[in-house]
């Protein structure tokens, strides 16, 4: 059974950091494309970042470029998202997702959501101004 989980959330304020974590079990960790997403109230669900099987290639959503960083351990079966800089916009309930070896550019935008395979429950962010 493919578990994903999230932790890290939690009450920041503007210009502080966060680093959200991925726990994944169930799943040959080494062989997904994994991904962070988010869902503010109100809005649709967003495509965050993402990085491929290997952690040899990232990709970010334009409005978290260099601010965010995204990075994976296959060794523990972990993805992080380092957030810094964060502002009131990144309140969101952050969710990480998994797809078998894609990397493509549908995976690049929010439409990406329906390409992954495995889910996590997510984790809030809440980013006060």
């Known amino acids: 059974q493919v578990q994903l989980v999230e932790s890290g959330g939690g009450l920041v304020q503007a210009g502080g950091s966060l680093r959200l974590s991925c726990a994944a079990s169930?799943?040959?960790?080494?062989?997904?494309?994994m991904a962070w997403f988010r869902h503010a109230p109100g809005k649709d669900r967003e495509f965050v970042a993402t990085?491929?099987?290997?952690?040899?290639?990232?990709h970010y959503r334009d409005s978290v470029k260099g601010r965010f960083t995204i990075s994976r351990d296959n060794a523990k079966n972990t993805v992080d998202l380092q957030m810094n800089s964060l502002e009131s916009e990144d309140t969101a309930q952050y969710y990480c997702?998994?797809?078998?070896?894609?990397?493509?550019?549908?995976?690049?935008?929010?439409?990406?959501?329906?390409?992954?395979?495995?889910w996590g429950k997510g984790t809030l962010v809440t980013v006060s101004s």
């Open positions: 990085i491929n099987w290997s952690g040899d290639w990232t």
């Open positions: 997702a998994a797809a078998l070896r894609r990397w493509d550019q549908t995976i690049f935008t929010d439409s990406g959501s329906d390409a992954m395979d495995y």
């Open positions: 169930g799943l040959t960790f080494s062989s997904y494309t």
